[in-house]
């Protein structure tokens, strides 16, 4: 039986008074862990484990959703910078988790796409 294609919502427009846009231009601080030319990396200011930090894209992507077959790099990029930076911060051994938040459903707050990385205490799973 054909499979009906399920409707995609529109893109959010892309607001860029969001918090993360304005760490980007370097209007608010952060504590960096990470800077390159695509992406950046700096510790959230409510951490919700010992070690918690987000991978953030230069790119105006409001969620995950938003991106398309031409962020696919820029989007492992984000991943791979993840998994450097908890290396770095030596918390890579014992575990991490990798969260994105996509939409208002799931959680998400700030609409600039950024990637949750924790660590430093056992993970529940399902996650709630
Ligand atoms: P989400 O709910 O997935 O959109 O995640 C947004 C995250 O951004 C939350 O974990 C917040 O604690 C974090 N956050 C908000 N404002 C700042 C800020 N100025 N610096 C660092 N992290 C922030």
């Given at each position: 039986m054909a499979r009906v294609p399920?409707?995609?919502s529109a893109p959010l427009t892309y607001d860029p008074s969001n918090v993360f846009a304005r760490i980007l231009r370097g209007e608010i601080p952060a504590q960096f862990l990470h800077e390159d030319e695509?992406?950046?990396a700096f510790r959230d200011v409510?951490?919700?484990a010992p070690t918690h930090f987000?991978?953030?894209p230069r790119k105006p992507l409001s969620m995950l959703a938003d991106a398309g077959?031409?962020?696919a790099a820029a989007l492992g990029h984000l991943?791979?910078?993840a998994a450097r930076v908890a290396r770095q911060l030596g918390v890579a051994d014992d575990g991490f988790r990798?969260?994105?938040n996509n939409g208002a459903g799931a959680g998400q707050t700030v609409f600039h796409l950024h990637v949750h990385v924790l660590a430093g205490r056992p993970m529940?799973?399902?996650p709630g």
């Open positions: 399920r409707r995609r695509h992406c950046v409510a951490p919700q987000l991978v953030v077959d031409a962020d991943l791979l910078v990798v969260v994105v529940a799973w399902p």
